[in-house]
């Protein structure tokens, strides 16, 4: 068995070789693995990653960028069931300098309820979606940058 090293400092990944990680499969496919982190969000808070140690989603190939999303439907659906979920955040860190912690792509799907408590601190919408907190960019301004 060849042991898989994180790409970053040579140390094996934790995704890959840790047990206790390991042993949280809930579902899976020949290409990727879910599994709930030990530090959720919500509750049911599930992480989907390939099951070769690729660093980012760029790093995946068509199949396994496929079989990440095809886990995502159906972890989804079994959110509904459990949690009474109405609402996903489906998101992924690229990149250290966008907050991704551990160098093996993971998707993160977070259950969302109405009234629910799970957010401090991660909002997409506290960034994405602030109307009026930064001024509009000008529809000529964002034509000049799509010919750049
Ligand atoms: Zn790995």
């Known amino acids: ?5 994180s790409q970053e400092k040579g140390k094996p990944c934790i995704y890959c070789t840790l047990p206790e990680i390991l042993s949280r499969e809930i579902l899976g496919n020949s290409l990727a693995w879910a599994f709930p982190t030990n530090i ?9 990653a390939p099951r070769r140690c690729a660093r980012t989603f760029l790093d ?4 396994e960028r496929t079989a990440v999303f095809d886990l995502v439907d159906k972890i989804i659906e079994v959110l509904k069931k459990v949690y009474s979920a109405n609402g996903f955040n489906c998101v992924w860190n690229e990149g250290k300098l966008a907050g991704q912690s551990v160098s093996h792509f993971h998707l993160h799907i977070i259950q969302r309820k ?3 408590t799970g957010l401090l ?9 602030c109307t009026g907190d930064r001024e509009p960019t000008s529809e000529e ?8």
């Open 40 to 48: 959720p969000i919500t509750p049911g808070h599930i992480l989907i």
């Open 114 to 116: 109405e009234g629910d």
């Open 141 to 148: 301004e964002l034509q000049e940058e799509l010919v750049d």
């Open 60 to 63: 995946l190939t068509p199949a």
């Open 121 to 129: 601190g991660y909002d997409p919408r506290s960034m994405l979606y």
């Open 1 to 5: 068995m060849s042991i898989t090293l």
